[in-house]
Structures are given as C-alpha cells and as structure tokens.
C-alpha cells in the first residue's frame, strides 16, 4: 500500500491536495483546433450514419488501405485515405427472438437489445473475427473482406455463426479486451448474463477452452479489461506470453481504507494447458502485479489509480516494446490525468519477484518468505528454463502455489518514477492513447495522441529532460475532433498515410498527424513548435522528411529554441516584432493574442526624441516571445491613445 490512500484518511492532507493539485494549472498547448477549423483547413473528415451509435472497435489494414468499424447492428469498410468515401456497410442486427428475450429480462428495447460489435481482429487473409453483445446473447462471426484491393468485399459468412460467451460481453456498457494469436482468441470479459462472473478467457483454436479460477477474488476481483498483448520472452516460442491489463478491487487493501482500485498487469503462458489433477481446464500460470502511475509528495504519493488504456510502442527488439498507459482518478478531491510509460523488463521483474502472501484474515500482506516450489509458478514450460513440456506435467505443490498466490508483492513502476506528462483541473479525462514513433533532425522522438471524455485528442511530444534517461510530455495541439464532444473511445494510428482515427460514439474522425502550415509563415515559429514533423525549409514550415537533404531545413525538437538555427534568416527574426508609429492625438489597435497559445506578446514604447540614433515619432513595438526565450510578461488592454 502506498502513503496516499493512508493519507487520504486524514482531512488535512485532503485539504493539502487539493490545494496543490487542484490549483495547479493544466498545460496550455501550442495551438488549439475547434472541430470547424479542422475541418475548413485541416483535412478532418467524418463518418458517421444516421440512427447508429457506438462506433467503438477500429481495425486498420494498411495492407487493403481499409478501416473496420465495429458500431450497433454494423460493420463498416472505409477507406484509409478518406473515411467520408467509397464505404461499404454490413448490416448485423440481433435476431427478433433474441431482442425480445432481452426484453423480456427488462433490458431496453431500443438502447440495449442491440447487436453492439465490440471486438474486430484479423482471423486469416480473407476474412475477420467480428463479436459482438448480440441483445445480451453474445455471438461471433466471420467476415469476409476478400483478397483484392480494387472492390472490397464485406460479406457475413452464415454458416460460420459462433457463439460469443467468453468473447464478448453480454452488457454494451462493458468493455471487450481480447488479441487474436493464431488461431486462439484470448479474451478478458465478463462470461455470464449478470456481469459477475469475470473471466481470462481462451477459445478457439484447437487446444482446450481454459480460464481464471471462477468467484475466487483473490484472482480476480470485479476486474474492468483493458487491453491485452501478445509480447514475445525469447527466440522459443514456448516462452511466449499474454499480458493482461485491467483495473479492479484491491484484495490487499486494509479494511480502514475501505474499497479501493488498483490498476494491474496480469500474466498467462501461451503454451498453458491447465492442470492434471488440480485447476483441470484452467490457467496454472496466471500472476498479476498491480501498476502504479503517482506522483512523489513530500506528505505521501497522489495516485493515478484508475487505468483507462494501454498503447504498445515496438522497439527494434521486440522483446522489449514499451508501454504507453493513461490514468485518471478515483479520488473526489481532485480530478486529474496522467501518462506514464513502463519498461517490459520491469514488468518481467516484477513476476520474478517475491509473491504477496496472507496467512489469515486479520493478517497484513507481506512478502512470502517460505519456500517456493519449483518449477516456480508463473514459468512456462519450455526446454530454455526446465525439463517440462507440459504444465500437466506440473507437481501438485506447483499448481496449489499457483492457486493460492497469484499477486505479487512488488509493483510496477514507471520510467522515471513518476509520470510522463499530467493534466489536473483541466475539464476533461484522458481516455486513450495512441503513440506514433518519429524520426526527427536530433533523433526519435515518441509522439502521443491522447483521446479524452470531451471529444478532443491532446498531441504530446516525449522530450529528454536533463541528462539522465528521463523525458517529459510537452503539449503540442488540442484537437476538436468531434461537434458533440464525444468520449474518444478508440484510436488508430497509420504511420504509412500520416493520419490518426479516432473513435466515439457518435461518429468517427480521420485526420493527419500533422499541420506544419499552421505553425505560421516564419523560421521562429517552425522551431518553436517542436513539432518533429515539420522543419523550417528556407521559404515554409513544411513536413520533415528524414530521407531528404535540404541545405536550410531547420528544425530544434529538443530545445525548441530559434535563436541560433534561424538567426541567419533576416526576414524572420527568433523574436517576431513589429512597430507602430503613431503621432499626437491619434490612436492604434494594439494586437494582444499571440499566434502560439505558449507565446507572450510585449509591447514596448519609445517616445519621440529618446533614441540617439534617429528623430522618429512617438513609436510602440511588438515583441512574441516563446517561454524557452522569456518571462511572462504582462499585455496591454488596447487600444492605445499616443499623447
């Protein structure tokens, strides 16, 4: 237990946090979008059908250039260049029977006996895995997409119907978090019509359905899934494991605290094939360990406890991808968001780690000191770590272990110790993360698309900070992605064609990743943007492209700072000025807005006769000046009368 949900007991660190957290104020980004200018000037573009709702799934195929769309009683196929054209729609509704049933059970007709697709996932070259809550009668189909790319194909094949328990929730509230390995669908639902029994799911495939122990809380405890990854441990594919991660209630929480939710990592060995005599036809290599996205305080930890969703960066060994995950709060003090980013090797050490144990109820949790059998719980039985090719092959005290001590000690902490980029007393929740990869003039840099609950995508760049391996998130854009301000509940990212998709209820929205024009017509201001994007070429802000030499591309991610790259460029200064003569009696309009929202605009007055240099009337001039260059300082109201 960390010192914060202690504290939080106590009224006036309550107050404290509140204080500090609550009046600190949220990041400003450089430029911010409404949904009408994006769409005048940005290439936003939309999809979106009359009396449909829930466009929650989103499949990219970079291959065929298509975007699935799993939305209420559809499946839809748009095109990666521009979602607005050349779609095609398969209509999926529930059968008769089915909505009535459902109506019958006192669900609503008209909002949740629907067929609500929540899952998309290539099965093969020709066809897709689609499920969905099917009027609370979960079900699952296969798609054809078929293989040419000049007429796509989208067609329900009816005699490959399969029934979707333990794939697909019942309930369209619930989310759905499944991967696709193989030919195996590992799914982590809730498997039962009430929403009680939760569940790590495989099906599929020709191996044995296995899941979770069922209503034992110390495995699983009124979990919320959230994403699920397949990530390789070595060259031996019998190594290979599935990464679970989801939220619930803390079985280790005192009773003082009450309920509280903690984010976790969950594992399972691909190659589990349950037990022989004990957990027949369940997991024997689950562990889970909790993940902990705080921020340090001198009177305890403020915790992000609340996981929204989890991104995969690859890396150049895919052993070790890195982890993108965004928080919110429970807490009623205070409401904030945070990203923090997590290491696979610290995830793997946790696993390695001691086990949580409790001997009796009144017992606190420890580290369990006693002897742990081998081979030890959570290993796979592979030829690289022992002699056993089968998890059947087991000893009884292995899976007894495994049964009684799926929670580790140790918890996950993120890179740095703390998180990546935050926002508290901003008005929104961050809701989903999608991070793209970019190669820059001064390196990589990982940039982030962060969906919220108002319809609004942030865009964050990772920047080093100091000389250690630590970064922090500048904020670059705030997006309007959608009129209604719709909760993001999905995002896509196509590296191939630049663009982002971006998913609600209400609709869908493609736009590009970048909007180098907008970052204004000057040397200073295309490095003061940061955008590793775009660069300054000599004559405009345009796209950064690493591939081509250009004698005066200028570009300054890391720094941001204009001053040396474009202190050749005569007609664009690093600070932008511009002069106002006025005479006696007469009056000027006073520009006060800066084209950057992280700007600060300075006007200065020079009366007539104080320069040595020249005679010159009564004279006002405009500085811009970004925070890299300046102080904050304060703007004038205009207009301004010369006297």
């Known amino acids: 237990m960390g010192r914060a949900e202690a504290a939080a007991m106590i009224p006036g660190l309550a107050l404290l946090w509140a204080a500090v957290l609550g009046g600190a104020a949220p990041s400003t980004p450089r430029l911010r979008l409404s949904f009408q200018e994006l769409r005048a000037r940005h290439g936003l573009r939309t999809f979106r059908l009359e009396r449909t709702c829930c466009y929650e799934a989103l499949l990219l195929d970079e291959e065929r250039g298509r975007l699935f769309v799993g939305a209420e009683n559809l499946v839809a196929s748009l095109s990666l260049d521009n979602i607005s054209k050349r779609a095609k729609k398969l209509a999926w509704p529930a059968p008769v029977e089915w909505r009535e049933e459902c109506n019958w059970a006192g669900k609503d007709i008209g909002t949740e006996c629907m067929n609500f697709v929540k899952l998309l996932h290539a099965y093969n070259r020709t066809h897709l895995l689609a499920c969905g809550t099917g009027a609370f009668h979960p079900t699952c189909a296969f798609v054809e997409v078929g293989h040419r790319l000049e007429e796509p194909v989208l067609r329900l094949d009816p005699q490959r119907l399969e029934d979707g328990k333990g794939k697909s929730p019942y309930d369209p509230r619930h989310r759905a978090a499944s991967v696709l390995v193989g030919e195996e669908l590992y799914s982590g639902v809730a498997a039962d019509l009430m929403g009680r029994d939760f569940t790590i799911f495989r099906s599929l495939g020709q191996r044995p359905s296995l899941r979770t122990e069922p209503h034992d809380s110390r495995w699983l405890n009124e979990p919320k899934f959230i994403k699920v990854f397949w990530i390789p441990e070595s060259e031996n594919p019998d190594d290979d494991k599935i990464y679970f991660f989801f939220r619930e209630s803390a079985v280790e929480a005192t009773p003082a605290l009450g309920r509280l939710s903690v984010s976790r990592v969950g594992q399972i060995c691909r190659n589990d094939v349950g037990g022989q005599r004990s957990l027949v036809n369940k997991w024997t290599t689950f562990l889970k360990a909790r993940l902990v996205c705080s921020l340090p305080g001198t009177e305890g930890d403020t915790n992000f406890d609340q996981l929204q969703d989890v991104f995969l960066l690859s890396s150049r060994d895919r052993w070790t991808p890195l982890l993108y995950a965004v928080f919110s709060t429970s807490s009623s003090i205070f409401q904030g968001s945070a990203v923090c980013v997590y290491s696979m090797n610290d995830v793997r050490r946790a696993f390695l780690g001691p086990f949580a144990h409790k001997e009796g109820p009144m017992h606190q949790w420890v580290s369990y000191q006693g002897r742990v059998p081998y081979p030890r719980p959570g290993m796979c039985p592979s030829k690289t770590f022992g002699t056993f090719s089968s998890t059947k092959d087991f000893p009884d005290d292995v899976i007894q272990f495994a049964r009684n001590h799926p929670l580790m000690y140790n918890s996950v902490l993120p890179m740095g110790g703390r998180p990546l980029f935050l926002q508290v007393g901003a008005g929104y929740t961050f809701t989903q993360i999608a991070v793209d990869r970019v ?87 295309c490095c003061l943007a940061r955008d590793p994007y775009c660069a300054w070429d000599g004559a405009a802000c345009t796209r950064f492209q690493p591939s081509v030499k250009r004698r005066f591309r200028r570009q300054d991610v890391r720094n941001g700072d204009p001053s040396m790259l474009c202190s050749g460029d005569s007609s664009h200064p690093a600070l932008l000025e511009r002069k106002v003569f006025g005479v006696e009696g007469g009056s000027a309009f006073l520009e006060c807005e800066p084209r950057s929202l992280q700007a600060r605009v300075e006007w200065t007055f020079q009366r007539a006769g104080e320069s040595t240099h020249t005679q010159a009337p009564d004279t006002l001039t405009k500085s811009e000046r970004s925070p890299a260059l300046a102080q904050p300082i304060e703007v004038p109201d205009p207009p301004v009368t010369f006297r």
């Open 439 to 525: 190669a820059a003039a001064d390196g990589h840099y990982d940039v982030l698309f962060i969906g919220t609950d108002a319809g609004t995508v942030l865009k964050v760049i990772s920047v080093p900070k100091g000389s250690g391996p630590n970064a922090e998130g500048l904020l670059l854009e705030e997006l309007h992605v959608f009129e209604d301000s719709a909760t993001v509940t999905s995002m896509q990212i196509s590296s191939k064609r630049h663009q982002l998709y971006v998913a609600s209820r209400s609709g869908v929205a493609q736009i590009p990743l970048h909007r180098c024009a907008a970052h204004g017509r000057a040397c200073a201001e």
